[in-house]
T-cell receptor
Framework: GESVGLHLPTLSVQEGDNSIINCAYSNSASDYFIWYKQESGKGPQFIIDIRSNMDKRQGQRVTVLLNKTVKHLSLQIAATQPGDSAVYFCAEPSRGSYIPTFGRGTSLIVHP | DADVTQTPRNRITKTGKRIMLECSQT?????MYWYRQDPGLGLRLIYYSFDVKDINKGEISDGYSVSRQAQAKFSLSLESAIPNQTALYFCATSDLPTSGGGVDTQYFGPGTRLTVL
């Protein structure tokens, strides 16, 4: 597996600001992506997904953007709230499988 | 997610001990997974099972074994625990991918924090 440092990328924002969390994926053939949110002491939870035939998908306060040219996903959270503090993971399918491969994650810290 | 439960939630054990982590689900899903999470790293797949008679190794299966006792139960065993198996362990379930979906949407349990001294 990937060897990385012990510290997650961290994004600190003020309550009410918009947050943008980025994710680079590895497989240009990936056709579906999911964002998960993991709160402290809990397992990851599904937030939103996007298919590769879309550039943008909106949910409640969240928007995911997909740029297939540079293999980049972003998760935008509008009017960030303290309850949004968590680690956010993007996931793409493993090669030849429906099983997801997870990114390292980004820690979002929301200051009141 | 209360639909996926894990026991124990925390466990401290000693090197060389055999440990079993249990997972139960009420979601009716056929697919179950065990992941390991270490600080600063993403989730790494240990084993997965697509139905009761199906067991598959994941990315990091060495030192682990699993048993799929029923559709709803999937247990992970460490035959002889070692300190570098100290980690957070998650069980997950998924249904068959929906039409047009290219990756399983997984539902995770609350995790088991395992410490091997």
């Amino acid at each position: 597996g990937e060897s990385v440092g012990l510290h997650l990328p961290t994004l600190s924002v003020q309550e009410g600001d918009n947050s943008i969390i980025n994710c680079a994926y590895s497989n240009s053939a990936s056709d579906y992506f999911i964002w998960y949110k993991q709160e402290s002491g809990k397992g990851p939870q599904f937030i939103i997904d996007i298919r590769s035939n879309m550039d943008k998908r909106q949910g409640q306060r969240v928007t995911v953007l997909l740029n297939k040219t540079v293999k980049h996903l972003s998760l935008q959270i509008a009017a960030t709230q303290p309850g949004d503090s968590a680690v956010y993971f993007c996931a793409e399918p493993s090669r030849g499988s429906y099983i997801p491969t997870f990114g390292r994650g980004t820690s979002l810290i929301v200051h009141p | 997610d209360a639909d996926v439960t894990q026991t124990p939630r925390n466990r401290i054990t000693k090197t060389g001990k055999r440990i079993m982590l249990e997972c139960s689900q009420t979601k009716g899903h056929d697919r179950m997974y065990w992941y390991r999470q270490d600080p600063g790293l993403g989730l790494r797949l240990i084993y997965y099972s697509f139905d009761v008679k199906d067991i598959n190794k994941g990315e990091i299966s060495d030192g682990y074994s699993v048993s799929r006792q029923a559709q709803a139960k999937f247990s992970l065993s460490l035959e002889s625990a070692i300190p570098n198996q100290t980690a957070l362990y998650f069980c997950a379930t998924s249904d068959l991918p929906t039409s047009g979906g290219g990756v399983d949407t997984q539902y995770f349990g609350p995790g088991t924090r395992l410490t091997v001294l």
